[in-house]
């Protein structure tokens, strides 16, 4: 079965480094979502991508973030400059074209954390 | 803004049914998801139901959507130790991409 895949399963780094966080989405898939969720806290939405641009995005996802669609396979998360407070588990996820459900596949995450 | 809450944890034993539970505020929500996510792995969809559907049934697992009292349900037939997770409760707008989750429910089984 087709699934989701993110690397690296975690990441240590040190505050004011920059982190690229990398996800497979499903093949067939063509909207892509970054989520995170802070240790203890809800999971929380950060931005969908779609056609080659940011097609929504949440308060979080602030002028430290970026996402890239670098070749026909990888999605990335960048974070610019990290603060203690981006420490958290990020989630990527993919769906087909909307229509029914529009169900989100997710990955298994990368652990992130800032010293 | 959206919010959807959850109880933190529920026990049961094995061979009983779980119910959990999940409240929503959206009144525009119109798909509600359920995802699990077990120790040190990521969210995996189990099922999901539109607002015009009242009940959805998918082997052990039977959703129950109240609309009018915003009011979700995941019971889990037949409950096995493998079902050892938390439970998300999930909603999304139409016109909206972002999913709103829950706090999750962990649901302890006991043999």
């Known amino acids: 079965e087709p699934e989701v895949t993110q690397t690296p399963s975690h990441q240590v780094t040190q505050m004011g480094q920059e982190v690229i966080l990398r996800c497979v989405p499903i093949?067939?898939?063509?909207?892509f979502y970054w989520y995170r969720q802070i240790l203890g806290q809800k999971v929380e939405f950060l931005v969908s991508?779609?056609?080659?641009?940011?097609?929504?995005k949440s308060e979080i996802f602030d002028d430290q973030f970026s996402v890239e669609r670098p070749d026909g396979s990888n999605f990335t998360l960048k974070i610019r400059s990290t603060k203690l407070e981006d420490s958290a588990m990020y989630f990527c996820?993919?769906?087909?074209?909307?229509?029914?459900?529009?169900?989100?596949?997710f990955g298994p995450g990368t652990r992130l954390l800032v010293l | 803004g959206e919010d959807v809450e959850q109880s933190l944890f529920l026990s049961v034993r094995e061979g009983d049914s779980s119910v959990i539970n999940c409240t929503y505020t959206?009144?525009?929500?119109?798909?509600l998801y359920w995802y699990k996510q077990e120790p040190g792995a990521g969210l995996q969809l189990l099922t999901y139901?539109?607002?015009?559907?009242d009940m959805k049934q998918d082997q052990r697992l039977t959703v129950l959507l109240n609309k009018k009292d915003k009011h979700l349900s995941l019971r889990i037939a037949d409950t096995q130790t493998g079902d050892s997770a938390i439970y998300f409760c999930?909603?999304?707008?139409?016109?909206?991409?972002?999913?709103?989750f829950g706090s999750g429910t962990r649901l302890q089984v006991q043999p």
């Open positions: 996820a993919s769906s087909e074209i909307p229509g029914g459900g529009e169900t989100q596949y």
């Open positions: 093949s067939n898939h063509l909207y």
């Open positions: 991508f779609y056609n080659n641009e940011i097609s929504e």
């Open positions: 959206d009144s525009s929500s119109t798909y």
């Open positions: 139901i539109f607002s015009n559907m």
């Open positions: 999930a909603e999304r707008d139409k016109g909206r991409r972002a999913l709103t």
